[in-house]
């Protein structure tokens, strides 16, 4: 275990704080003067909200010491990603059109954590609105979020804020939205657990929509079974968001020590040998990975999907486009001057879109979710890429766009499967690389389960950023 | 097609005032969009929507 607080997991911290050998106070001090140190140069953040943090910090402080501890996530820090409605807190977007909006409710999963006592640092950086296509975004009201291994080097997106938080270690956890892999982007980049659970397991409600259909809540984590403490807290139906299931809440902490022993795990090639050339250290990398599923005793088998990665892209895009039009058509129609180019690009490409376009793509994606669901729905769970490129430099435009169209993370968007990205080593340059690991709908707990099993038969959570400190060198 | 033509396309739509740079922009990106369009396969009469619409849902909504 780590000795530096900045640099503890949930886990290790809710056992610390239970057995009162941590305070959150404590706890909460160290981040903000973590935040001081590093992030005038990360700029993970846009709002730190450092007196509320505090006065919740002695709150449950206080709680805890009546006897009233509220669980794993009591006395915890997060951050959101500034798309998330905070009641009384600003919510921006990283848009000029939202620079004074101040909402009157909170996101239900900020109120879910609010209600098990965890404690908001503050509010994320994000691309514009939660969308973007990669492309450099210099246009935006703040500066861009800096990747904490390599400060010259792409930290991913749409959630960049919470990426580069936890990884850097200005804020414990994260939750993050995922349209098109905007969780398992900046997760793979900066070297996080990022889990998108399935559509409809986790409520949208109280966050800015990007596409209706297409918008996955997600967290991001240092760890597996922290994703899964925060998954148990954030699970469940909400009336407020008609797309989610009412259905029972497993325990998904229940099977991470468990291995993987027996479990069918199917692998898919096609994306990264066959519909992308994917770079071969992220070839090589994953048929490490699968080497150590195998050693486990997991029972690996081959599967293939009918459809290309292309395909999923094309549709995604397609209902993408549409959508967020549909979001922001007011706007843009009389004050785009305000948004990003990343931003209005996105929406200039949905201004043509026909009704009778948009219905067939998603008509299509009905049937590229069953043939999916067909070749899923046979194994334990699937491992397949991520993203497919190495980390591009900041100033490489096209390549920080190809990272992000590339990968093969909107494949489950279209789908709606549960999909996590999951650190599995480091390229020469000592950048992040990934790897997914898909389950059946609503099966989280075995995705966490082969992630878990993964995880301890690794070293890849020992290694942190070198992350440089204001006014001093790196530490 | 011609930006004078995508130009009188997006007027019909309501985006009217459009700079040089943004009358570009639209033209390359709705050339892109097009040519995804046309690679949508085609459907059988009976192939619903991934997103159906259902009263269980409204009705839901509204108790909560």
Redesign the interface.
């Given at each position: 275990m780590t000795t530096e607080l900045h640099f503890l997991t949930i886990g290790e911290a809710a056992r610390l704080i239970a057995a009162r050998r941590l305070s959150p106070v404590d706890l909460i001090e160290a981040y903000l003067e973590r935040i001081v140190a590093v992030d005038s140069e990360l700029h993970s953040y846009i709002t730190v909200v450092a007196d509320h943090a505090r006065a919740a910090a002695r709150m449950a402080e206080r709680e805890i010491i009546a006897g009233r501890h509220r669980g794993p996530l009591h006395g915890i820090p997060y951050g959101l990603k500034d798309n998330f409605n905070t009641r009384g807190i600003r919510t921006t977007a990283a848009s000029r059109l939202m620079l004074d909006f101040v909402p009157d409710e909170d996101a239900t999963l900020h109120a879910r954590l609010q209600s098990v006592g965890a404690i908001l640092l503050g509010k994320l950086n994000t691309w514009e609105a939660g969308t973007g296509t990669g492309e450099i975004q210099s246009d935006l009201p703040f500066p861009l979020a800096c990747n904490p291994w390599d400060y010259s080097r792409f930290p991913g997106g749409s959630s960049t804020g919470p990426g580069v938080a936890v990884a850097a270690g200005t804020a414990m956890a994260a939750l993050g939205s995922d349209t098109g892999g905007s969780v398992r982007i900046p997760a793979a980049a900066c070297g996080l657990v990022g889990l998108k659970p399935t559509y409809g397991r986790l409520s949208r409600a109280g966050i800015l929509p990007n596409s209706f259909s297409l918008d996955h809540p997600g967290t991001l984590t240092w760890t597996v079974e922290d994703a899964a403490i925060l998954l148990q807290a954030l699970a469940g139906y909400d009336p407020r968001d008609p797309s989610t299931v009412d259905r029972p809440v497993p325990d998904y902490s229940s099977d991470l020590g468990h291995g993987i022993k027996g479990l069918r795990i199917g692998v898919i090639r096609r994306f990264h040998t066959k519909d992308v050339a994917a770079a071969s250290t992220v070839v090589e990398a994953i048929d490490a990975a699968l080497n150590v599923l195998r050693g486990l005793g997991a029972e690996l088998v081959e599967v293939d999907l009918p459809i290309s990665l292309q395909d999923y892209r094309l549709c995604t895009r397609i209902i993408g486009s549409a959508e967020a039009l549909s979001v922001h058509e007011d706007d843009f129609l009389e004050r785009r001057a305000l948004m990003g180019k990343g931003l209005s690009d996105k929406l200039m490409g949905g201004v043509f879109i026909r009704a009778v376009d948009y219905l067939k793509a998603v008509r299509w994606r009905r049937e590229l979710a069953l043939k999916t669901d067909a070749v899923i729905s046979l194994c334990d769970a699937v491992i397949c890429a991520g993203t497919l490129r190495l980390t591009p430099s900041i100033d490489d435009v096209p390549g920080m766009k190809d990272y992000v169209m590339g990968s093969a993370m909107c494949v489950f968007n279209a789908t709606g499967h549960p999909a996590l990205s999951q650190c599995i080593g480091f390229d020469n340059a000592g950048m992040p690389l990934t790897m997914q690991i898909i389950g059946n709908y609503f099966d989280e707990t075995k995705v966490l389960r082969v992630a878990a099993a993964y995880e301890a038969a690794t070293p890849w959570r020992r290694r942190r950023p070198q992350v440089r400190h204001r006014e001093e060198g790196a530490s | 097609m011609s930006h004078e033509k995508i130009k009188r396309?997006?007027e019909s739509?309501?985006?009217?005032g459009l700079s040089p740079d943004?009358l570009e922009?639209?033209s390359m990106?709705?050339l892109?969009?097009?040519a995804?369009?046309v690679?949508?396969?085609k459907?059988r009469k009976e192939?619903?929507?991934?997103?159906v619409f259902?009263v269980e849902?409204?009705s839901?909504?509204r108790?909560?």
């Open positions: - | 396309m997006a739509v309501g985006l009217v943004e922009r639209l990106l709705t892109e969009a097009q995804n369009l690679r949508l396969p459907l192939d619903e929507p991934a997103h259902s849902n409204i839901t909504r108790r909560g």
